[in-house]
């Protein structure tokens, strides 16, 4: 398999549970500036032109990192990286896995965004963002992982997203359970792994 990224974009969830899920795979870094790999052109590997993209054995492409986060789950069940398929826990992580890339991934796209004045950037993150973070706060008071005590790659995703705070002028100090969340990821292997390989 190969797994499409840039350093410290959202491919960095797909390599964690592709670590946790213990497969054997080739990172290929993508040059966002120029859309171009060492194979050549992006746009021909995923015509979005945004990563993650994960390519198969088969020689099938996924791209949209919440989905590729539910094959990885999927294609490795012994591992339990999602819950059991129609389980009430299994949609209880759909529905986290929806709410970071819908509501958290997108809100941070803005943040990112040379399009928004400064002003704009920083009401947003007070009016919008900060209610996405006191969400998950609370949710994380008394739990070590989204589910509660178990890793999901919801974990893996939201971790990601987070990671973006401070290069965004996001101070998420005040926020202890995030705080807690933050390290406890950071040590585990996959996570140290996949930071080193994008050298982050």
């Known amino acids: ?103 958290l991934h997108k809100g941070m796209g803005v943040m990112f965004s040379p399009f928004v004045d400064g002003a704009s950037k920083a009401r947003f993150a007070e009016g919008n963002m900060s209610l996405h973070f006191e969400y998950i706060e609370k949710h994380l008071s008394n739990k070590d992982y989204i589910l509660g005590d178990k890793f999901s790659v919801a974990d893996a995703y939201l971790y990601n997203v987070l990671t973006w705070a401070p290069r965004v002028n996001i101070d998420l100090s005040k926020y202890t359970s995030i705080q807690k969340f933050m390290v406890r990821m950071e040590q585990r292997p996959s996570v140290r792994d996949a930071l080193a390989a994008e050298q982050l």
Do not use: H
């Open 1 to 103: 398999m190969k797994l499409y990224f840039a350093p410290g974009s959202c491919g960095l969830a797909s390599q964690i549970a592709l670590r946790e899920s213990e497969q054997k795979f080739e990172l290929i870094k993508v040059d966002f500036a120029t859309k171009t790999t060492v194979e050549g052109d992006y746009y021909k590997v995923a015509p979005k032109g945004y990563v993650p993209a994960l390519k198969l054995k088969s020689g099938d492409i996924l791209t949209e990192g919440a989905v590729i986060l539910q094959w990885i789950a999927d294609s490795n069940p012994e591992q339990k990286l999602l819950p059991e398929l129609g389980s009430r826990e299994r949609y209880r992580a759909l529905e986290w896995l929806n709410f970071v890339a819908s509501d």
